[in-house]
T-cell receptor, first 114, second 112 residues
Framework: DAKTTQPTSMDCAEGRAANLPCNHS???????VYWYRQIHSQGPQYIIH???NNETNEMASLIITEDRKSSTLILPHATLRDTAVYYC???????????????FGKGTKLSVKP | DAMVIQNPRYQVTQFGKPVTLSCSQT?????MYWYQQKSSQAPKLLFH???????NEADTPDNFQSRRPNTSFCFLDIRSPGLGDAAMYLC???????????FGSGTRLTVV
C-alpha cells in the first residue's frame, strides 16, 4: 500500500505557483520523499526528492516539514504544460530490495488553467 | 541522449496469443523495472531485475514473465493475454543511488 495521502485533484491558474501537498505521517528515518509527474499518455517523469532539508532544482521546490510527516511540492510559475498527475512517493533511497521500490499511490491531478 | 526506449509504442494482440514487449536502455543502469498501468490508475510494479537477479512482486500473475539477456535489454512476456491485461506497460531503470527512476514512454497493449 502507498504510504502517502494526496488530494485527488487541484486547479491552478497559469503563471501562478502550484502548491501540491502530501501527507506521509508514517515515514521512516531512512525514507526519502520523491515526486514524479505523469503527463497524459507518457511515462512518469522524476521531479525532485529530499530527506529532511528543503530542495530546489530547475523544475520545482520541495518543502518538507520539520517532523517529516508532510511535504509540499511547489511549481513556482505553472504553465499549461504542467498539467499532469503528480505522485508523492516515500521510499528507501538506493537499492533496498522491496523497500526501495517505487510504489505509486493515486496522486494528484493538477489542472493548470489559462 | 541517454534514455529508455520501449517498442512498440502500441501493440495489438489476440486473446490468448503470447506477446512480448521490449525495453532497452543506454543509461547502463543495473536495475530495470516493469510496471502495468490500467486506465485511470496508478502504475503498478510487476517485477524488477537487479543485474541478473529477478524479483517478482507477490501479486504479479504467473501469466507475466520477464527476461533480461544483458544490461541493456529487458523483455516482458505475457503468455496468454486476457482482456484484463489491456494496459500501458512501462519500463523504468535506476541505479543503486539516490537518483530517481528513468521511465520509457510505455507500450499500450490492446487485447482483441
Amino acid at each position: 500500500d502507498a504510504k502517502t495521502t494526496q488530494p485527488t485533484s487541484m486547479d491552478c491558474a497559469e503563471g501562478r505557483a502550484a502548491n501540491l501537498p502530501c501527507n506521509h505521517s508514517t515515514i521512516s528515518g531512512n525514507e526519502y520523499v520523491y515526486w514524479y509527474r505523469q503527463i497524459h499518455s507518457q511515462g512518469p517523469q522524476y521531479i525532485i526528492h529530499g530527506l529532511k532539508n528543503n530542495e530546489t532544482n530547475e523544475m520545482a521546490s520541495l518543502i518538507i516539514t520539520e517532523d517529516r510527516k508532510s511535504s509540499t511540492l511547489i511549481l513556482p510559475h505553472a504553465t499549461l504544460r504542467d498539467t499532469a498527475v503528480y505522485y508523492c512517493i516515500v521510499r528507501v533511497a538506493g537499492y533496498g530490495g522491496s523497500q526501495g521500490n517505487l510504489i505509486f499511490g493515486k496522486g494528484t491531478k493538477l489542472s493548470v488553467k489559462p | 541522449d541517454a534514455m529508455v526506449i520501449q517498442n512498440p509504442r502500441y501493440q495489438v494482440t489476440q486473446f490468448g496469443k503470447p506477446v512480448t514487449l521490449s525495453c532497452s536502455q543506454t543509461l547502463n543502469h543495473n536495475v530495470m523495472y516493469w510496471y502495468q498501468q490500467k486506465s485511470s490508475q496508478a502504475p503498478k510494479l510487476l517485477f524488477h531485475y537487479y543485474d541478473k537477479d529477478f524479483n517478482n512482486e507477490a501479486d504479479t500473475p504467473d501469466n507475466f514473465q520477464s527476461r533480461r539477456p544483458n544490461t541493456s535489454f529487458c523483455f516482458l512476456d505475457i503468455r496468454s493475454p486476457g482482456l484484463g491485461d489491456a494496459a500501458m506497460y512501462l519500463c523504468a531503470t535506476s541505479t543503486q543511488g539516490l537518483d530517481g527512476y528513468t521511465f520509457g514512454s510505455g507500450t499500450r497493449l490492446t487485447v482483441v
